[in-house]
């Protein structure tokens, strides 16, 4: 069963635009969640994280926000820039790192001039 | 559907020893597995990528003599670390493209390796 989902395989969003990627998940045992980036031909790198003790995370144009009574976490990007296309992963941590990450299946972010 | 099972969840092995890392596609086939090594809480680093029926691809600095990669089947990617040391130890995770979405990624489970 898929602990962390991803359900939009893509989403196509016009420059300067906001960008929203959403994830959900299942396993109440998560507390730390992050999101990672993925350009063809090269490995994911971290974006942004959240804790579960927070509902809001922003860094630059990056902000994820956390619902726990949802099980929801969204990704947004404002405003959406050309070099933001990529592949977005969704992944959470349980047990203080120790069991490593699972994660989504990715979502691919396609930014229209 | 799109599941990547990997085995085994978590190991502990002696310096010196070999440890088998398998991934395999249950229910879609994989031409193309990707490892990472994941460093505490963030950043994954891409070891190498295996293709079937040919030789796997690795990352600069990444030693193919260490970390053996064998992609035995559509459905098989293993990955070896021989001679283990201790700064082995990490978390290693296997990823295939998913098979109809697009650009989306199936990740195995990872694999906590311990060496002691």
């Known amino acids: 069963d898929q602990q962390v989902k991803q359900n939009s395989p893509s989403l196509s969003v016009q420059e300067g635009r906001i960008s929203i990627l959403n994830c959900d998940y299942t396993?109440?045992?998560?507390?730390?969640f992050l999101w990672y980036k993925k350009y063809p031909a090269e490995g994911p790198t971290f974006l942004i994280s959240?804790?579960?003790?927070?509902d809001k995370n922003e860094d630059g144009r990056f902000t994820v926000f956390l619902n726990k009574s949802a099980k929801h976490l969204s990704l947004h990007i404002v405003p959406s820039q050309p070099g933001d296309s990529a592949v977005y992963f969704c992944a959470a941590d349980s047990g203080g790192g120790a069991d490593g990450l699972t994660f989504g299946k990715g979502t691919h972010l396609i930014i229209q001039p | 559907g799109a599941v990547v099972s990997q085995h085994p969840s978590r190991v502990i092995c002696k310096s010196g020893t070999s440890v088998k890392i398998e991934c395999r596609s249950l229910?879609?086939?994989?031409?193309?597995m990707f490892w990472y090594r994941q460093f505490p809480k963030k950043s994954l680093m891409l070891m190498a990528t295996?293709?079937?029926?040919?030789?796997?691809?690795?990352e600069q600095g990444v030693e193919k003599d260490k970390f053996l990669i064998n992609h035995a089947s559509l459905t098989l990617s293993t990955l070896t670390v021989t001679s283990a040391h201790p700064e082995d130890s990490s978390f290693y995770i296997c990823?295939?493209?998913?098979?109809?979405?697009?650009?989306?990624?199936?990740f195995g489970s990872g694999t906590r390796l311990t060496v002691v």
């Open positions: 959240i804790s579960s003790i927070k």
């Open positions: 229910d879609f086939q994989a031409t193309t």
């Open positions: 295996s293709n079937e029926g040919s030789k796997a691809t690795y």
């Open positions: 990823s295939a493209p998913t098979p109809f979405r697009g650009d989306g990624y199936t």
């Open positions: 396993n109440s045992m998560f507390d730390y």
